[in-house]
């Protein structure tokens, strides 16, 4: 519940967002032009996110979406996808903590809270043109791209599956015949240390080569009280990405990448926030569950501060965290004389492979620590083909994917008198198809209609962690096989008004749908049953929504200032959800069921003024306001499904979001020129569990950067602030039983407070 000034305070900042972008009702040429930092990060930003032959201008795109150029995100400081979750309105892209590298990114109000490999996301990935199909590894550093994109709000005509909240398009850089090479080094306050480099150019006439290296030893961050480790957190990473371009004849074009990379790290970092003992009358005594802290105190551990605004953590168990990952992505461009078009095949593969050890209880006893396996594989296939005839621009393919996953998990609970181990396999294959066509009605009207039909089938065996039917090199019995099929057909019908060269206004109906699938971690008892009975495993039914969306992009006084604002409404049917529910035996129980249907609606402001040549400032807002509309099942826990559980708030759902910043460049003349940067951003508070007990905390984020590039532009050197607030963050809120840690029990990953450091760039 909100206090009522913040209430009016949001209010009125909505009401102003709302005025000022529709008072400004005509624009002016956008002819304005500025150099250095302001320069860059004004210019406009080149997208793929229609799959055109040809990349298209953000500003002429009817998508809600926020792009960032290769240089733009160094302009920022941006080093990984974490890094820009407070920078764009309505988006979380969040690590969700459990296991380092595995996002629970949110758009909308629409994510998940999972590290479950079989648990299909609401915001995709898609790198290089490749759909990442599990969530971890996911949280990659950003060095040497060409550009991101994310797309806010479903996309699955042209994305298929898992984009109902949005979708993450990463491009790295591709290979030129002009050399060139770039070399970074950065450290922090804490020795979070990065060298990185490439080196791009032409190898023959007609190839094009260029290789990017990475490395980054971050000696930790947080303070581990249980053990006396003042740098836990501590991680080791590296990947090598070479590429290269072979210009087959002068109307066909190879490209390929390909990237290798390996993470070493701590385990998770997390709190346990129990606050309070709990004491139970059983009628014939009492049964006392201490609180963290009491647990604390009676190993040594005295004035443990494991509230809200401490970074102090107490576990007995540091654990590891090992990624390794391959893939190749080759892309094929055919020029054709049919509709002056393009043909395109993005052929990719991918392998991932995850060891991991967590203390889950994060408390300094053997409560509940796992240990888990993580193996992964997929093959896809991209056909696609971009053309126009006369009004219409159409867009059509055909595409394919395979993956497998086996995941494995032990449990070692209640001071390791059960030692538990379990998981499962899945095979899945999709296949889709689509079209988009883009009509020019005249010269302002753009009709759009299109529609992707695609299907798939997921196999799966699971071995539920009770049973301990395995060991962390396999299984030897299951007690659950199924075979399911889903199909869906996402259309959309759009339309497109080009009021002047720098004004359009655009809207649009579409669906699209979330696969359904298996819950890969069964480790929940069932109370119906005889003791230590899991659940019994069950397929989900997939998640379909329909979105309507109304928007407008305009560039004002010459160029000086640029708007972006989108409305939006969803609904959502069976809403898919992973419940977290404390379970005395084995941890948690984690219920992955279709829970609700329910509606979202919103909207969003992005703007860009240029106050002169040397000052640019940046403003977005996102409002998000949600209901469910119906109850599938009991999400408080309480043993019924009411008006209680209708009237919950959506996990991960955050209101308001809003920021501002500052970026000024000063030249020094000949000695080349300064540039300082600030960001202030703030996020709402948002529950992160289905029945509301986990929260995620309110943020008031503020980060800046001050840098000195040479009058050549070859070096750059700069000091940054990030998280200036000190404010703590979390990856999630997984509510445990009373007995790790009393009332409010808590298994909570923490991000990175205040961190300060300074970076060189070379460039020739």
Request: proline share 3%; glycine share 10%.
């Amino acid at each position: 519940m909100e206090s009522p000034s913040k209430s009016r305070q949001h209010s009125a900042l909505l009401s102003a967002c709302s005025v000022a972008t529709l008072w400004l009702a005509s624009g002016i040429s956008p002819s304005y032009a500025a150099e250095g930092a302001v320069g860059t990060l004004m210019e406009e930003v080149q997208v793929t996110a229609r799959k055109r032959a040809d990349a298209e201008l953000l500003q002429d795109v009817p998508v809600a979406a926020t792009a960032y150029s290769g240089d733009q995100l160094e302009a920022l400081q941006t080093r990984d996808l974490q890094s820009l979750s407070f920078k764009m309105p309505n988006v979380q892209l969040e690590d969700v903590g459990t296991v380092k590298n595995t996002a629970n990114f949110t758009v909308r109000g629409l994510g998940v809270n999972s590290s479950i490999p079989s648990i299909d996301p609401t915001v995709g990935v898609f790198v290089d043109g490749m759909y990442l199909g599990v969530n971890a590894g996911v949280v990659t550093d950003l060095f040497d791209l060409e550009g991101i994109e994310v797309l806010r709000g479903p996309q699955g005509l042209l994305f298929g599956r898992n984009v109902t909240g949005g979708a993450v398009v990463v491009k790295t850089a591709r290979p030129t015949d002009e050399f060139s090479t770039r070399f970074k080094v950065s450290t922090t306050d804490n020795l979070d240390m990065v060298a990185a480099g490439s080196i791009n150019g032409a190898i023959s006439e007609d190839v094009n080569g260029r290789l990017t290296v990475y490395y980054n030893d971050d000696r930790g961050w947080f303070e581990n009280v249980a053990t006396g480790n003042d740098n836990a957190g501590a991680s080791d990473s590296w990947f090598i990405r070479p590429s290269f371009s072979v210009q087959l004849n002068e109307t066909a074009e190879l490209i390929v990448r390909m990237e290798h990379g390996r993470m070493d790290s701590d385990g998770v970092v997390a709190q346990n926030r129990g606050s309070e003992a709990l004491v139970v009358d059983t009628g014939t005594g009492y049964d006392i569950y201490p609180s963290a802290t009491q647990i604390a105190e009676a190993y040594g551990i005295l004035n443990w501060d494991n509230s809200e605004d401490s970074f102090e953590v107490a576990q007995d168990e540091e654990g590891y965290q090992k990624d390794e990952w391959s893939q190749i992505i080759t892309e094929f461009n055919k020029d054709v004389e049919f509709g002056n078009g393009t043909i395109t095949n993005i052929l990719a593969w991918r392998t991932y492979e995850a060891q991991g050890l967590a203390d889950v209880d994060s408390l300094p006893i053997v409560g509940f620590h796992a240990d888990s396996n993580v193996e992964q594989s997929q093959l896809s296939n991209e056909l696609r083909y971009a053309g126009r005839f006369g009004r219409t621009a159409i867009t059509s393919g055909v595409y394919w994917f395979s993956q497998d996953v086996t995941y494995l998990e032990n449990r070692l609970l209640a001071g390791g008198l059960f030692d538990w181990t379990g998981g499962g396999e899945q095979d899945h294959s999709t296949y889709g198809i689509f079209t988009q066509a883009d009509i020019d009605l005249n010269e302002a009207w753009v009709l759009t209609l299109g529609g992707r039909y695609s299907q798939e089938e997921k196999d799966v065996k699971i071995a539920s962690i009770p049973l301990n039917t395995c060991t962390l090199d396999g299984c030897s019995q299951y007690d659950f096989t199924d075979s399911e099929s889903w199909n869906a057909f996402t259309p959309k019908v759009g339309l497109q008004w080009t009021v002047s060269d720098e004004t359009q206004l655009y809207t649009f109906w579409t669906k699209g749908f979330r696969s359904g699938g298996y819950n890969l971690r069964n480790a929940g008892l069932d109370p119906t049953q005889p003791p230590l009975t899991p659940y019994e495993p069950q397929a989900t039914d997939q998640e379909e929504q329909n979105s309507f969306e109304i928007g407008a992009k305009v560039d004002w006084f010459n160029g000086r200032l640029r708007t972006n604002m989108a409305v939006f409404h969803n609904s959502i049917d069976d809403m898919q959800r992973e419940e977290n529910m404390p379970d005395a035996a084995s941890g948690v129980a984690q219920i992955i069921r279709n829970t609700a249907d329910a509606t979202i609606r919103g909207a969003e402001l992005e703007a860009m003024a240029a106050l002169s040549e040397n000052l640019l400032l940046t403003f977005n807002v996102g409002y998000v306001d949600g209901d469910y509309d119906r109850v599938l099942g009991d999400l408080n826990g309480d043993g019924v499904v009411d008006d209680v559980d209708l009237g919950l708030e959506i996990p991960r759902l955050a209101p308001w979001t809003y920021g501002v910043g500052v970026v000024h460049d000063l030249s020094l003349g000949s000695y080349g020129n300064l540039t300082s940067r600030i960001n202030f951003n703030h996020r709402d508070e948002a529950p992160y569990s289905d029945d509301n007990r986990g929260m995620l905390s309110e943020v008031e984020m503020l980060d800046f950067s001050i840098g000195y590039t040479s009058d050549s532009g070859q070096y750059t050197l700069s000091v940054f602030g990030k998280n200036m607030l000190d404010e703590v963050t979390e990856g999630n809120d997984t509510q445990l039983p009373v007995n790790l840690g009393g009332i409010g029990a808590s298994f909570t990953p923490l991000n990175k407070g205040r961190v300060m450091g300074v970076e060189f760039i070379y460039e020739l």
